[in-house]
């Protein structure tokens, strides 16, 4: 083999798949670049049923709404702080968060259905937002549901902190 062929050779076997493999690798990193907290605005975070959540929590105005268990409507609010957004953020990094699809559900009737319990949570940056539907009744993809639900939780368990620090 000539010097030139083997030239070529390695930059086949060595050079190209490490090109494909890095693309492949860093494209979704890349992709998601704009959903880094120091572009954070807002977090929007709702539950229910309907189309209509009756409760929510609005990071941007600090509102927070809730029905409680004598069902008469909480009005607060709520801000939160720096290491709560970092929080926030870096658990949507480690759940997979903004790779996940606008609307999990077990069928488009389930969406519809107006006594479907259901989740909304809505990050807001600069330049792009996420939102995903959640309803807690999905049966499918146990991975994806362990990551919205654990972001789900995340969410409420900072609000009920925040809430009792507030009570305090």
Not at 90 to 105: C, E, K, M, T, Y
Request: no cysteine; net charge positive; hydrophobic share 35%.
């Amino acid at each position: 083999m000539t010097s030139k062929g083997k030239k070529i050779f390695l930059a086949l076997t060595v050079i190209v798949p490490f090109l494909i493999y890095s693309i492949v690798y860093y494209a979704p990193i890349i992709r998601n670049a704009p959903f880094q907290e120091k572009y954070f605005v807002s977090l929007e975070y709702k539950w229910g049923t309907g189309a209509q959540l009756e409760n929510s929590y609005n990071s941007a105005t600090g509102e927070f709404k809730y029905l409680n268990k004598s069902d008469s409507l909480v009005n607060r609010n709520i801000k939160l702080t720096l290491h709560d957004i970092k929080y926030l953020d870096s658990v949507a990094d480690v759940q997979g968060f903004w790779n996940l699809p606008n609307v999990i559900a077990n069928s488009e009737a389930d969406v519809n259905n107006p006594n479907q319990f259901r989740y909304f949570i809505k990050f807001n940056y600069k330049s792009k937002s996420k939102e995903v539907t959640y309803l807690p009744s999905y049966s499918g993809n146990q991975k994806m549901k362990g990551a919205i639900g654990k972001m789900q939780k995340e969410i409420e368990l900072t609000l009920i902190d925040k809430e009792a620090n507030l009570s305090k």
